[in-house]
């Protein structure tokens, strides 16, 4: 079953015509043909099972035969994300994607290579959501997690961003394991946000205004992980923890 996206503000009456770009991939990539059934995704919890009504290179229309709501997760995850060189925050985009966290916050700091004005941090931020899109038709995530704009470390801490819990990977021997956070705090956390250093992870002042804003170090192992390992390790013990 071949799965497409169009946002909810699109998927609107008993007909659904999928965009520019995911008519091409429709009609020329997987050469859907009328009478075929696919999927929507609207990024909101809501999943159409469609036929396939008729196909053009720039507008495939689908006619919805039913519908899925899933609700979201209890407790949205925001990976806040150091970010890394090269590609490998595609890489961290997709597969905590995959994992069902709500929001990617990339996060500039002292250590990150990266170095982007306000038109670079857009186009990026553009690029990375399609990323979190493409994963999503991929795995059938019905929910699309939100990728903002990266930010240095002092814009982020003077907002007024409020978690009920808020953990940060530390090095530097004070963490301590995710469920001894989760044993002592009072009933099941709302929201979550996980702070991911970069490459020569945080600076010893950005972790202590990391941690003096709320976040409580947490440890990894004993092993030094790079920082792709880290997000989806750390994403994954956190999922883990809170389906329980």
């Known amino acids: 079953m071949h799965r497409f996206y169009l946002p909810p503000e699109q998927c609107r009456g008993p007909v659904l015509t999928l965009d520019e770009r995911e008519s091409h991939h429709a ?3 997987l050469r859907v043909r009328p009478g075929g059934e696919v999927t929507v995704l609207n990024g909101a919890g809501i999943e159409f099972l469609c036929q396939v009504k008729d196909v053009r290179r720039k507008a495939v229309n689908l006619t919805i035969i039913s519908q899925k709501n899933t609700p979201p997760l209890p407790c ?26 709500a929001r990617i916050l990339p996060l500039l700091t002292e250590r990150v290579t990266t170095h982007l004005d306000d038109a670079g941090a857009g186009h990026k ?18 929910w699309l997690p939100q990728v903002l704009p990266p930010v ?19 090095l530097q021997g004070d963490g301590r394991h995710p469920r001894e956070h989760f044993n002592s ?3 099941k956390p709302k929201s979550l946000a996980l702070w991911i250093g970069p490459e ?3 600076t010893d002042e950005e972790l202590d205004a990391i941690r003096a804003s709320g976040a409580l170090p947490i440890t990894l192992g004993p092993l030094v992980l790079r920082c792709e390992t880290a997000a989806l390790y750390a994403l994954s013990i956190v999922q883990y923890e809170l389906s329980f």
């Open 27 to 29: 009609a020329d990539v």
């Open 76 to 101: 949205p995850v925001t990976l806040v994300q150091s970010v890394p060189k090269g590609k490998l925050m595609d890489l961290i985009i997709q597969k905590s994607t995959e994992l069902g966290v």
């Open 125 to 142: 931020s553009i690029k990375w959501q399609q990323v979190a899109i493409e994963a999503v038709k991929q795995c059938g995530q019905p």
């Open 152 to 170: 240095d470390l002092k814009q982020l801490l003077s907002r007024p961003e409020k978690w009920d819990m808020v953990f940060v990977g530390s």
């Open 185 to 187: 705090f009072h009933g």
């Open 200 to 202: 020569g992870d945080f």
